[in-house]
């Protein structure tokens, strides 16, 4: 017996099984019938979806994009002037303070607070100009995650652990040399130590060095009435006082200038929410609010493809006939007769199911992505940019987890024999903990577990945007943010799958037929 | 009532039948007890809805119930066993009354068992987790009009699932196909309406989605913001399971079996 005998023996099993498959009318008509459920649901949950800007000509303002391609939020006060070529920018911060919105105690009475929020930002900045969206590296204190550096909207360095007080001020200096910017802190000007280096994207020769101040606006999230939660973000916004303001290098004939980067004007013609900024002997004092980060306020493509949930329950059904029939008709004692070595033989069945699965997920999601984003887009939503690749990993995964959970549900059919117990089993496997996770009333947490240790743990392969610890914003699975990393979601899937495939091929060996 | 004899003599001898009900007591006080061992309650005005909590294991427990009804069709199907039933029996809408008389004679003596574990199960977990007097939750009980009404709703829900999975099996003729489907209205349709933002098309999904409409019925607060109130609810599932069963019924009298 040898290797290559194996193979051929395992494809010609899979001929059969194939034959098998393309040739019951109801298994061929259920993977049709799952690849209509999964467009026709995403199409009319996109068309269903409308948003519009308001205001008489309801066009949305652009959203800018970063360096990355990325949409992204690019709003604070900028105090800068021009640097031309190598040079740093030193500060002492001495205080961050804030104020902070909360959700109304009596309606319509806005209630502000004096508080900093925990990513609120402020420090020293060098920015390719100051249009948003703009390639930039920043070192800044913030409300409570300590020194960072961060550059070009996605990337983000931890420093220090310390905040910023009028006992305890810091001290930031950025530098430039070449196309590296380097970030240095220290509690007493004199002992540096280095935050981290960045090298922001196409950085011209001269660039803009000042000061700055964002804050992203408060979250809270509350019980929705009919199941999940509802995150708001309110206003908020800080302010940082800075003095030993130095800038060395190539500062030639300019001086400060105010800009409210990303300002928006209300009908009036005021600009809503202002930041600003004063300057007297030598301390200046910067409001800012908005944040410098990717944005996470739009729709994921992956949206389009919430009617997977009804494909998978199709596929769920027809992989697990595909064994139980052969039960209930008595043709297992045929196929067993034909491959008497019976993990090959399920191994076969698994490898047609899975190829079936996959060609029709990417089949359904190949036309309901592309199709979705333009419903979408028509009806005036906004759908977050993402990469080509990131598009093809969205349709690829779909149809990968199709196939997995076609896998694990052709080898429940195979250890329990029964359809009726077998498609129970994988529904509740796989379809059941999404759905609980997305539009119960679960607690975030719970949801967050079910997604980690279910085989349902592989839909983090539809999620297109990822989440960023240093962005506010209410991460939840209801909101498309799956715990686990894509790849690492997927994993889990196919664990559960081949542990049923292995258990399925041990009892098929132990048991008569 | 030879039909009915006939049925139950089937359905008693089965030996799934015990440990299907069996499984959906224990699913449903299970599911209920580990949400409300999750769910907690810190302070004053969280929102949650604490009957609705303690039962929400009738979404769970209630796909037990589906293969139960299923199969009480279906089975037949599967195994031939149909014409020996009809050829005994046929009157064949005598043989459907007497197969659903029965399914909602045994769910509603299972739900009954299961809601009254969920509602015990929450009323001592519960108080441990926030949930008192002073955060605005008495302690659950059944005297309480609201709390008895959610109880009873969900045994009546229950059953009209039963009656829905039985119709759809009577439908389709087979088991694997006709669970397939039961779910997909249950669980699919009741996620759809969060995935419209359009309002209007929300409520509208969400009010013909039979589970979600169904379950209205364990809501004891905020009943002004639901899309349906709980016993205008559970006649939405009423009509489905109805529907489902007159088209089961036809299609079992028109059609060779």
Sequence with gaps: MTFAYGWRSLARLSRAEWTKFRTVRGWVLGMAVAVLVTVGLGLFSASGSHSSCGGPSDVCPAVPLGPGGEAVDDKFFFVHRTLDGDGSITVRVTSLTGRIRLPDATPGVRRVVPGVEPWAKAGVMIKDGTRQGAAYAALMVTGRHGVRMQHDFVHDTAGGRSGVSQAAPRWLRLTRAGDELTGYESADGTRWAKVGTARPAGLPAAVQVGLFAACPGDLTVRQADLGGAVAALRFAEATAAFDHVAVRGGTSGGSWRDDDIGAEREPGGAIHHPGGATRAGGVFTVTGNGDIAPRTDGQMVEKTLSGLLAGLIVVIVVAVVFVTAEYRRGLIRTTLLAGPRRGRTLTAKAVVIAAVTFAAGVAAAGVTVPLGAHILRANGDYLLPVGPLTDLRVVAGTAALLAVTAVLALALGTVFRRSAVAITGAIALVVLPRILATTSVLPVDASRWLLRVTPAAGFALQQSVPAYPQVTAFYSPQAGYYPLAPWAGFAVSCGYAVLALALAALVLRRRDA | ?257
């Design chain 2, 1 to 257: 009532m030879r039909e009915l004899r006939a049925e139950w003599t089937k359905l008693r001898t089965l030996p799934s039948t015990f440990w299907l009900l069996l499984a959906a007591v224990a699913l449903t006080v299970t599911v209920s007890a580990a949400a409300a061992a999750i769910v907690s309650c810190p302070s004053a005005g969280c929102r949650y809805d604490a009957p609705k909590i303690g039962l929400s294991g009738v979404q769970a427990g209630q796909a037990i119930v589906v293969i139960l009804a299923v199969l009480s069709a279906g089975g037949e199907y599967g195994t031939g066993m149909i014409r020996t039933t009809l050829t005994a029996m046929p009157r064949r809408t005598a043989v459907l009354a007497a197969k659903a008389t029965l399914l909602t004679a045994l769910t509603s003596a299972a739900g009954t068992a299961a809601v009254l574990g969920s509602v015990l199960a929450a009323r001592l977990i519960l108080p441990g987790n926030g949930f008192v007097p002073a955060h605005g939750y008495p302690t659950l009980s059944l005297a309480d009009g609201p709390t008895l009404r959610a109880a009873a709703g969900s045994v009546v829900y229950l059953a009209l699932i039963a009656l829905l999975g039985l119709g759809v099996a009577t439908a389709v003729r087979d088991s694997a196909t006709a669970i397939g489907l039961v779910f997909g209205l249950l669980y699919v349709l009741s996620v759809l309406p969060y995935l419209v933002t359009d309002p209007y098309w929300g409520r509208f999904l969400w009010r013909i989605s039979p589970m979600n409409a169904g379950l209205a019925v364990q809501s004891t607060a905020h009943l002004s913001s639901l899309p349906v109130g709980p016993w205008a609810g559970l006649c939405v599932l009423a009509a489905w399971a109805g529907a489902g069963l007159l088209t089961g019924g036809l299609l079992f009298r028109l059609r060779d079996a």
